[in-house]
């Protein structure tokens, strides 16, 4: 396997922000996601997308749950989807969403999502047609994977950047193997996931203790977090951070090893105040300051 070991080399690093700056400079995000009973994942992606310095964030969910994602953030705005008899987004809705593709500069694609083949299909499409980078997290995984049983070349040259950010049970619905379990394996894994496209616009993060995040060409091996971040809610948190972070015009491999390495420290740093066992995706949020602060000193 070619590829080059950028564990031990420094962090990516956020450009320093200009005292002329306003939000527009940071960029404008789009978090597609939520489903009936599930209007909290693209919530906690917007806010973390925020918190870790996007300028503008829109949270697209379908109608039934508008209200309820609205009511957790005043800083971000909402959109409303048409959805389905079960509350989950209408393929009808890609036109629109087309139609804004290039009105946002990052898009987030999948919290709380739900699973349906109108929700797949207007994944699919959204992943070959929208030319702004792009992070997959959840049920938009899923989409993807039901979407790679008809076309097997779905991930091959994508119009810009793509993030993809499985477990070990998404990583084996979309490539129908396993990620394996030690880090070897999970290296080996991850490469040959991201070769899928042979552009080298994907990049992949294997989350799990050592969390991988890989392209074609290159690895890194994440060091911080601990088992309190395994919680319902925390993978949210870490598809806003590499948004955020992309937002704010840092590359694929950048965003995403730098993204990894904060969120794993605002978990750290949750833990610490909170404990393991009791601190929560909401209290990993609450920890991005921390993070970003230790990382500036």
Request: net charge negative.
């Amino acid at each position: 396997m070619d590829v080059s070991d950028f564990t031990e080399r420094p962090l990516p690093a956020l450009p320093p922000r200009s005292p002329a700056s306003h939000k527009g400079d940071f960029g404008r995000v789009l978090v597609l996601g939520g489903s009936l009973g599930m209007a909290g994942a693209p919530a906690l992606t917007a806010m973390s997308a925020l918190r870790s310095g996007a300028g503008l964030v829109t949270v697209a969910v379908p109608q039934c749950v508008q209200g309820t994602v609205a009511a957790f953030d005043p800083c971000y705005t909402t959109v409303p989807l048409v959805d389905d008899a079960q509350g989950v987004v209408d393929l009808a809705n890609i036109v629109d969403l087309s139609t804004a593709g290039e009105q946002y500069d990052v898009w987030a694609v999948g919290p709380g999502l739900g699973r349906s083949p109108g929700a797949a299909e207007l994944v699919a499409q959204l992943y070959r047609t929208i030319p702004r980078p792009m992070v997959i997290d959840a049920d938009g995984l899923n989409g993807l994977a039901r979407a790679l049983q008809h076309n097997p070349r779905l991930l091959e040259h994508p119009p810009a950047p793509r993030v993809l950010t499985p477990h070990p049970g998404e990583f084996a619905r979309l490539t129908g193997d396993h990620a394996g379990t030690t880090s070897d394996e999970r290296i080996a894994a991850a490469v040959q996931l991201a070769q899928r496209d042979p552009s080298g616009a994907t990049v992949v993060v294997l989350k799990g203790q050592g969390t991988v995040i890989a392209n074609g060409a290159q690895i890194a091996v994440n060091a911080t977090g601990n088992p309190g971040m395994a919680t319902g809610g925390t993978g949210d948190c870490l598809t806003g951070v590499i948004t955020g972070l992309l937002a704010q015009g840092l590359g694929a491999w950048e965003a995403a090893r730098l993204g990894v390495h904060i969120h794993g420290a605002a978990g750290d740093a949750a833990a610490e105040r909170w404990g393991q066992v009791s601190m929560t995706a909401r209290d990993l949020m609450e920890s991005l300051p921390t993070a970003f602060k230790q990382l500036l000193q």
